[in-house]
């Protein structure tokens, strides 16, 4: 059920994220997407405590979409 629920989060920020390049119609779009994942990244490995990787994704999905 909680991977159902994972996957279903990943479909629904591909989803939004497809959404926000076309109603926008800007290019930089990708730099935007490439900075969010640098940013999950550098959190994940560089962080003090260990992250919970799944936790991490669905909270930066969480965010990205109440401020919709």
Do not use: C, W
């Not at 999950?40 to 994704?57: C, G, N």
């Amino acid at each position: 059920m909680k991977k159902r629920i994972f996957y279903m989060g990943i479909i629904l920020f591909l989803i939004a994220i497809v959404a926000v390049i076309f109603a926008s119609g800007k290019t930089n779009i990708y730099r935007q997407i490439r900075l969010a994942d640098e940013v999950i990244t550098t959190i994940y490995s560089e962080y003090v405590d260990p992250i919970d990787y799944r936790k991490l994704i669905k909270g930066a999905i969480d965010g990205m979409t109440s401020t919709l």
